[in-house]
């Protein structure tokens, strides 16, 4: 088995870093401190055709496979910068590239390609209902030529830095369903053509991330603007929910290997007692578990993107790799702010704005605690009660 990166890999990797370095640790400091979206960053990243990776060639796309993408994301990261900001954007697509209309490919996904239109924002999580997608509430009734959709979204990020809304709702109640899986339909919304019916409300957060709470009001979407069949949109989404954690995945690679490569300069040249802070198991330990545990996560992120790339069911490879990838970067975030010490807080180092970027990754998308229930669920082949 080949575990090496093919030479286009390898080429996607270094021009990415190449474009990431042009916005180097004053940029990203000064987004976060004006809470502001990096819209040169994502205009370089459109320009430069990195964000239109996942699109076929006959869209404008580059027509790459998945773990391309997943290097892209990862180079990003791995420079200091922050891909969150834009990822959305590869892996909502998914959903539209493989169960959307031809007619609906072919009316967003050249403009994407382009950057004249931004596909960023994802409706999805309820109030209510958490990670329990199944029980949504938000409900899209059938009407002539259409569906008139109420309800409310939570965590939706980048809405207000989006053109197209990917949304979830119910069109059949969960109680009259045969299989609880039924019944949900995925429908893409022009934001603008919206207008009062998609009401946001910012959520502040601890970190840059521009999210919302998203209220819909008699909200109207044409039946062409409907994904696939009515009713099959849970097993549409799980398109775009593979591809989210694969690429979040490397996101958390990124961040890892960047705080190693911080933690590893600073132990070295840090020089404490008359030797380098490095010399110390107690600093060095710690950064050489997260060096191994990152080279492993990342062997089971190239094997779910693998898989996910030949077409093969990946669920429970994509949940494994989030959840160690996020878990790795976790544990090398804890390790470079401990090898920083008191800089470690200090903005002027950047390791605080790495440390709650990867902190987020164990929570979201999909908080760890529930794939190691639904890990467990289906290795011990047991009945849930968690």
Not at 46 to 63: D, K, R
Not at 181 to 204: E, H, M, N
Request: proline residues 3%.
């Amino acid at each position: 088995m080949d575990f090496a990166y093919s030479n286009t890999q390898q080429e996607i990797r270094a021009a990415v870093a190449e474009l990431a370095r042009r916005f180097g640790d004053a940029y990203w400091r000064d987004c976060d401190a004006r809470e502001a979206y990096p819209d040169a960053f994502v205009a370089a990243m459109t320009e430069a055709g990195w964000l239109a990776a996942l699109i076929p060639e006959q869209y404008g796309g580059s027509g790459l496979g998945l773990l391309d993408a997943c290097v892209i994301l990862e180079e990003i990261n791995r420079q200091g910068g922050n891909a969150a900001t834009c990822h959305a954007q590869m892996y909502t697509m998914a959903s539209v590239l493989q169960h959307g209309s031809d007619a609906q490919k072919q009316a967003i996904l050249p403009r994407i390609a382009t950057g004249d239109l931004r596909l960023q924002a994802f409706g999805v999580t309820e109030p209510d209902a958490g990670s329990n997608t199944l029980r949504i509430k938000t409900f899209a009734k059938k009407v002539a030529g259409g569906y008139v959709i109420n309800g409310q979204k939570i965590w939706t990020s980048r809405f207000r830095q989006s053109d197209m809304y990917l949304l979830l709702a119910r069109t059949t109640p969960y109680e009259e369903v045969a299989r609880k899986t039924d019944g949900l339909s995925l429908f893409l919304v022009d934001i603008a053509k919206a207008g009062k019916a998609l009401q946001p409300r910012t959520i502040a957060t601890m970190l840059n991330h521009h999210t919302n709470e998203v209220f819909i009001d008699n909200l109207e979407v044409a039946d062409e603007w409907r994904v696939g069949e009515e009713g099959q949109g849970f097993r549409y989404l799980l398109s775009s929910l593979n591809a989210e954690r694969l690429l979040v995945s490397s996101e958390c690679i990124g961040d890892g290997k960047w705080f190693v490569e911080r933690a590893r300069n600073y132990a070295t040249s840090r020089v404490v007692f008359d030797k380098p802070i490095g010399a110390n198991q107690g600093v060095a330990f710690p950064i050489a578990r997260a060096h191994m545990n990152l080279s492993a996560a990342e062997l089971m992120r190239n094997q779910a993107a693998a898989l996910f790339d030949q077409g093969q069911p990946c669920g429970g490879e994509a949940n494994m790799a989030k959840y160690l990838c996020s878990e790795a970067s976790w544990e090398a975030a804890e390790a470079a702010m401990t090898t920083y010490g008191g800089y470690g807080v200090a903005t002027e180092y950047d390791i605080e704005r790495k440390w709650k970027e990867t902190r987020l990754f164990r929570t979201a998308p999909i908080s760890n605690n529930l794939v190691l229930a639904y890990v467990a669920q289906h290795l011990l082949d047991m009945p849930r009660s968690y």
